[in-house]
């Protein structure tokens, strides 16, 4: 895990980069690459390339970046982690390629000379990279299939700008803060900024999945997609595979080994981040069943919650004490939390509803020592452990041919917002149940957002407001990561909720929180080659088992108390803090969240946003 940077003045007539700027984004990026530094700048100085270091794999001075080959025309600097990079270097030893490090950087380089562009659908792991080739004049962005690891650009007409943080890209002091109307709408709406937006007009994510080619006085193309969630369930729709008895069950539990066995490949001590839940329970289990007996373990606690149902201290440290991991538990006090207030907003790049979580249980884990840690990230969205999945189809399956009567959704919206004005006995979103619940991007909009759209100029200027709605076109842009080959429900809000709520939200979170305190996270249950080989499973008749599916793949089942607990989700008392953290008052101000059955979420995105920060 690493910081990436560079500047390619690609037109004739921009300016040489400038090493300061170049080294001035790089290193905002510090504590994402506390081991080590580098730059590279082309001979004739329209091309440069930065890196921060996080030492994961070969920890040599010798696997440092940028990084080029022997002749020097191929230069490379990437983020991320290659987890089948032994197998790929091997079968390019085989070809005659030769290596100087035992890093998956230099397996990078090779590849690129071996395959081209299309390397990216040999590698397994989470990566963003930025690549120059001297031959073709040109370079090369790729961003892993799920976007795990960001990737951000800002293009003049002129020069290209790159870093793995939307902030760095900023400090070098050439690129406009200007806020994106359409960046602001897509946060209110969502609680995270929907890719390719960002908050700022002039900066857009590389999407996930995707490569793009930056050519000297073309400037960059237009995203080239190698990866799509969609189309793996479409796939696997049309195969209608039948499974014998048992045949189901072993296929999740042998793909779940594979990935976790790859996800511990590190040069240094791998953890685990434990709650309460099935996810992450499911792979400290079948870490213990592949091997790794010096098992560690965090749990965060809020002092809040101590005693009470919403504390998972107690269930975290019982599996922990069953599959006799070592384990730590760090209880997080509200006047803690208001200390590290302003580094959690600088660390969080963009503006996020979450994290906060994952913030403090990086934090303890970095005090501890580690370097690398497991997330539970994405069972979820593989299983359908969310309400969403029965919700959604329900509501689509209901208010289909309601919804397309003309004026009935406004109508019952108004009615619905003038009743909810004067008793306050409603959830406000309620409101657009007719309006929106007739369509899968509607009724996912409903589900997963924070306001709907005509709430907007509660919020903001409401010319701003319409702006931004016309340009981020949120149903679209919902609709957009689904394809016309899905049927099943589940197919289609598994999609929507991994290439929505996973990737926007809980992805990008765990990269800025981990990075926050130079900690690495990965994510077992998110990767492209466990969901190629499950996803037959996922969308057959043998679906209907949904999460006990997973919590039953250890061959040492979980405990009976975390399989059969009901979901409930891990909560941050983030309500509590806003009534009593006089840094987070600005909500108060705004009249409908003020109302008593205001949802904390609703205020928190909305003090987040205020913030100085984003200024």
């Not at 690493?2 to 990026?29: Q, W």
């Not at 359908?384 to 209901?398: E, H, L, Q």
Request: net charge neutral; hydrophobic share 35%; proline share 5%.
């Amino acid at each position: 895990m690493c910081g990436i940077a560079g500047i390619f003045s690609y037109h004739n007539a921009a300016p040489k980069v400038d090493n300061l700027e170049l080294r001035t984004i790089c290193n905002h990026m510090r504590e994402r690459g506390p081991d080590g530094k580098g730059e590279w700048y082309s001979n004739d100085e329209r091309i440069g390339l930065a890196h921060r270091r996080l030492s994961i794999i070969d920890t040599s001075d010798n696997a440092a970046q940028p990084m080029s080959t022997k002749d020097g025309k191929v230069v490379i600097s990437f983020n991320g982690e290659i987890y089948n990079y032994k197998e790929l270097r091997v079968k390019l030893k085989k070809k005659g390629y030769f290596f100087h490090t035992q890093s998956d950087t230099e397996v990078l380089l090779n590849l690129y000379i071996e395959k081209g562009e299309r390397m990216v659908d040999d590698l397994r792991g989470m990566f963003a990279f930025a690549l120059w080739d001297e031959n073709k004049n040109a370079l090369l962005l790729a961003r892993d299939p799920y976007g795990i690891k960001p990737l951000y650009y800002s293009d003049n007409g002129q020069t290209i700008r790159i870093a793995s943080q939307v902030k760095a890209i900023l400090s070098g002091g050439q690129v406009s803060s200007r806020r994106d109307s359409a960046g602001v709408v897509g946060f209110y709406l969502l609680g995270s900024i929907p890719e390719p937006f960002t908050l700022y007009q002039e900066i857009k994510s590389v999407p996930a999945g995707s490569i793009v080619w930056v050519k000297k006085n073309n400037g960059p193309s237009n995203p080239i997609q190698y990866f799509s969630i969609a189309k793996i369930f479409s796939e696997a729709e049309k195969q209608q595979t039948l499974f014998k008895d048992g045949e189901a069950d072993e296929i999740i539990h042998e793909a779940l080994i594979e990935s976790i066995k790859y996800h511990f490949i590190a040069d240094v001590p791998v953890g685990v981040f434990l709650s309460s839940g099935i996810d992450s329970s499911v792979i400290v289990a079948m870490a213990k069943e592949c091997g790794y007996d010096k098992l560690e373990t965090v749990t965060l606690g809020f002092s809040e919650y101590q005693g009470k149902n919403d504390d998972e201290t107690p269930l975290a440290a019982e599996v922990a004490n069953y599959y006799n991991s070592k384990h730590s538990t760090y209880l997080l006090e509200s006047d803690e939390f208001s200390a590290d207030l302003p580094k959690i907003i600088d660390s969080m790049d963009q503006p996020s509803i979450d994290g906060i979580n994952t913030y403090f249980v990086s934090k303890f884990a970095s005090e501890l020592g580690w370097k690398v840690a497991l997330s539970g990230i994405g069972g979820d969205e593989l299983f359908g452990g969310y309400s969403s999945f029965k919700d959604i189809t329900k509501w689509v399956n209901t208010l289909s041919i309601p919804s397309k009567i003309p004026f009935l959704g406004d109508l019952f919206q108004s009615a619905s917002s003038i009743f909810n004005m004067k008793t306050s006995i409603i959830n406000p979103k309620f409101a657009g149940l007719l309006k929106y619940g007739g369509t899968y991007p509607g009724a996912y909009l409903l589900k997963r957002g924070l306001f709907l759209p005509e709430e907007l100029p509660l919020l903001m200027d409401r010319d701003i407001a319409q702006e931004g709605l016309e340009s981020l076109k949120i149903s679209a842009l919902i609709k957009s990561n689904m394809n016309s080959e899905l049927h099943s429900g589940f197919s289609k809000v598994a999609t929507m909720e991994s290439s929505m709520y996973m990737r926007n939200q809980l992805l990008r979170d765990a990269d800025w929180a981990g990075m926050a305190h130079s900690l690495e996270i990965r994510t077992p249950l998110v990767d492209a080659h466990l969901i190629r080989k499950i996803s037959p499973v996922l969308v057959s008749k043998y679906n209907e088992k949904g999460k006990k599916s997973l919590a039953m793949a250890p061959r040492r089942p979980l405990p009976d108390n975390i399989r059969n607990r009901p979901k409930t989700g891990f909560t941050v008392p983030v309500s509590k803090w806003l009534q009593k953290d006089k840094q987070l008052d600005s909500w108060r101000n705004v009249q409908s969240l003020n109302q008593p059955n205001c949802p904390w979420a609703r205020r928190w995105a909305y003090t987040v946003m205020n913030l100085n920060e984003w200024s």
